[in-house]
């Protein structure tokens, strides 16, 4: 097999489908459709913009630090995470705080997944990904928008995402999945702090 989207009609891929794909090119699979990794095709590779790949290092350089003497670890991708053999991704940044579910890759439901949004992705992430997301349990999802400065989150209540909450760069975002953790937006969009951030630290 070449590439996954020259499927037969009715075919859902497997992880096995999956081994034997080229290694070149990144393919998550959802509900047994391939879907390419940030828009990535057989003719077409676009790189994550610059915004993309600060918003990113940023949330898991902020995250990593946070966790440094933590239970959990945060990961950045590549990295597939399993949840069975019709369902396997690969989010931006994740936490994962039950050890039992790292191994060669990650198997179950991340407590924390961050998807920063592109113009490849964006109806994936939002609709797709996020039902997903939902449907396996992953407590709290965020997306960012590093475009237009701003994170939407999702906390899973009574195993369903209520509502979500929007956050702009200048604000505190506090982790609905780990209690005590926080991050700072400015830090992540590399934004001016607000000033009265500014006054506590003098």
Not at 38 to 59: D, K
Not at 128 to 133: A, D, F, G, N, S
Not at 168 to 173: A, D, K, M, N, V
């Amino acid at each position: 097999m070449a590439y996954p989207q020259k499927k037969e009609a009715g075919k859902k891929y497997t992880w096995q489908d999956y081994l034997t794909w080229p290694d070149e090119k990144r393919w998550e699979v959802i509900d047994g459709e391939a879907y390419p990794w940030h828009g990535e095709t057989a003719n077409m590779s676009p790189s994550p913009s610059l915004q993309h790949q600060i918003a990113t290092g940023n949330f898991y350089g902020i995250l990593r630090t946070k966790l440094l003497k933590h239970r959990c670890r945060v990961f950045v991708a590549p990295l597939d995470v399993y949840f069975d053999d019709y369902n396997f991704v690969q989010p931006d940044v994740f936490i994962v705080c039950d050890r039992n579910k790292i191994r060669d890759k990650i198997y179950g439901a991340p407590d924390l997944t961050i998807e920063v949004i592109s113009p490849y992705t964006a109806l994936k992430d939002k609709r797709t990904k996020k039902m997903l997301y939902e449907r396996f349990g992953v407590r709290e999802y965020i997306l960012v928008y590093p475009e237009e400065l701003f994170v939407e989150r999702y906390c899973l209540i009574d195993n369903r995402y209520g509502d979500s909450e929007v956050f702009g760069p200048q604000e505190i975002l506090p982790l609905c999945s780990l209690e005590g953790i926080e991050v700072a937006l400015w830090e992540v969009f590399e934004v001016e702090q607000p000033q009265s951030e500014q006054a506590s630290n003098k």
